[in-house]
């Protein structure tokens, strides 16, 4: 039974206007850039929860529009970082950027409204092109090209699982389910991928950078948390999260200590606190998927204003090396607020968003009684202050140095920075004003006296470790060596090497596959047969062969 569509989806009101967006001029353009995002985030609350209505297409019901209580809190999320980014980036003049960012602010919410495996697949790769020409727009056409690859290669795997599921159940419902067989880790893995999961996690820190002092704004908002809410919904209580959320938690902090760029170093520390929502994630229970659900939201937040000081600071002086900064305190003092800010809700000090998340994911670490993980965890978050809280603001704020004339950002800039602020503080210092949208966190104990003393202690122990340490963690300029030297150096020296012995090994090789050779001529008549012949081939080969011919393009545009 097909049914009217009823209620206007977020994701719409976004990407049509994104689409319509480069036809308009002068106040009209930025009217409607300020005013979309407004408008989605009012339907965000407006759609009444329920079970969504449902399409019948080729025999499948598709629920496009699914209001459930995970889709408003991931909608309100991307809603405010869509608003504020918007505020934040109105004076950017590259038309491309903004009319992607809204395609891209859309796709996140379609995919936090989808009920099913086909309407998410779809909003899936909308978030890939979105998110690509955003890149694309500040010129770095390889640094785009290199993750639109690493997403094909996510999308490839996540269609070829998505089918197979299909395939297996006959259902495209958005339900939980368990990576039991070889489609769902088809599935998981695709997922992980926009995650920013190991191995491929280096994508993060090499194409987000690239943006420009706006689009990097938008891009550290919704990839890796519309990942987060995908896997809450699919695959809550998968024990194989545990171990890939703890990996990205310590890579990111590692990698994130040896950084020298700013933004590279803020791309770092996505993958780390992705991390920690993927092992609450792998604890599945009511709390800890709240949990999960929470510190995305957080992490939108402060992550989104670490991004704009981080601009900020690009714009007034071209400049993000930690090592070539310092001193910008006096010279902008509201960029450093929003930047102490920021780096103090991430490294969860009390009366910040930050603390109250990640004391909800600490609380269903012990109520699921994952004492390694919750002691590796509470580790990881002192480590944070580190760089954040401590090696990011000193050395490029506080730290004394060359005396430069610098204004302040313009006050859009300065408005979308004060309202991110005002909100973290808000949610640090009144912890169940969001007990609306995450009533489960109403029993964990936030703002009580030995939990906060507990963390000042930590913060304090990480303090005296930042002084200790300081020759050591003083940036310094160069290259962090990271995974994607494998796929991004190794084969050129392969080649390289390759060149000499190319001609005496290349006919031992051609010899060797010659049986090879014979079965591919056998198997590709039986091809042309089965498809000159017009015979139905199994949901199953199409799927693997879609995807194995796929990873192999990806695999040589990449080299």
């Not at 590692?254 to 929502?277: C, H, P, T, W």
Request: with cysteine; aromatic share 10%; charged share 10%.
């Amino acid at each position: 039974m097909t049914e009217t569509f009823g209620p206007l989806s977020p994701a719409l009101v976004l990407i049509l206007a994104g689409l319509v967006l480069p036809l308009l001029r002068g106040w009209l353009r930025d009217g409607l850039f300020l005013i979309a995002p407004v408008l989605a985030l009012v339907l965000v609350w407006a759609l009444p929860l329920g079970p969504g209505l449902v399409v019948d297409w080729l025999g499948l019901q598709l629920v496009p529009l699914a209001p459930d209580r995970m889709a408003r809190i991931f909608g309100t999320a991307f809603g405010l970082a869509a608003i504020t980014g918007a505020l934040y980036g109105v004076s950017q003049s590259q038309v491309t950027e903004k009319a992607a960012a809204l395609v891209y602010a859309g796709a996140a919410q379609g995919i936090a409204f989808a009920g099913d495996l086909v309407t998410l697949f779809i909003f899936w790769e909308i978030l890939a092109i979105g998110s690509t020409l955003v890149i694309w727009s500040n010129g770095h056409w390889r640094a785009g090209l290199r993750y639109a690859l690493i997403h094909v290669l996510g999308g490839v795997l996540l269609f070829a699982g998505i089918a197979a599921e299909i395939s297996a159940t006959g259902s495209v419902g958005l339900q939980a389910i368990r990576a039991d067989n070889f489609g769902r880790w088809l599935m998981l893995a695709g997922i992980l991928v926009n995650a920013g999961a190991p191995p491929l996690a280096a994508w993060v820190a090499d194409a987000y950078p690239k943006a420009s002092w706006s689009g990097t704004v938008f891009l550290s908002a919704f990839t890796t948390k519309a990942a987060v809410l995908v896997l809450i919904r699919l695959f809550p209580g998968e024990p194989a999260l545990l171990w890939f959320g703890l990996a990205m938690a310590v890579y990111g902090l590692a990698y994130a200590l040896l950084e020298n760029d700013i933004r590279k170093l803020l791309s770092y520390s996505i993958v780390g606190q992705v991390g920690f929502m993927l092992v609450a994630i792998g604890i599945g229970s009511p709390l800890a998927l709240a949990a999960a659900a929470l510190h995305a939201f957080a992490h939108i937040l402060y992550k989104s204003l670490l991004m704009m000081a981080a601009g900020a600071i690009l714009r007034s002086t071209g400049e993000t090396r930690l090592s070539a900064l310092g001193g910008l305190a006096r010279a902008m003092p509201l960029t450093t607020v929003a930047l102490v800010i920021g780096a103090f809700s991430l490294s969860a000090v009390p009366l910040t968003a930050g603390f109250v998340s990640k004391s909800a994911i600490m609380a269903a670490l012990a109520e699921g009684r994952a004492a390694f993980f919750w002691f590796a965890l509470t580790s990881i978050s002192a480590g944070s202050f580190l760089y954040v809280g401590l090696k990011l603001p000193w050395f490029a704020m506080f730290r004394p140095g060359e005396r430069r004339e610098i204004a302040e950002p313009v006050w859009s800039m300065k408005a979308a920075m004060v309202l991110l602020c005002g909100t973290i503080l808000a949610i640090g210092c009144v912890p169940s004003a969001l007990e609306a949208l995450v009533p489960e966190i109403a029993d964990v104990a936030i703002l009580t006296p030995d939990h906060v003393l507990f963390q000042l202690q930590l913060l304090i122990a990480a303090s005296c470790i930042f002084v200790v340490l300081l020759p050591l963690l003083r940036p310094r300029a160069g290259t962090t060596l990271d995974v994607d030297w494998l796929w991004r150096e190794l084969p050129r020296k392969v080649v390289a090497m390759w060149a000499p012995l190319s001609a005496p090994i290349g006919g031992a090789i051609a010899a060797g596959c010659e049986p090879l050779r014979v079965y591919w001529t056998g198997f590709s008549r039986r091809a042309v047969d089965n498809l000159s012949g017009a015979s139905n081939w199994r949901t199953g080969k199409i799927a693997f062969w879609a995807t194995a011919l796929l990873a192999t393009y990806v695999l040589i545009a990449a080299l």
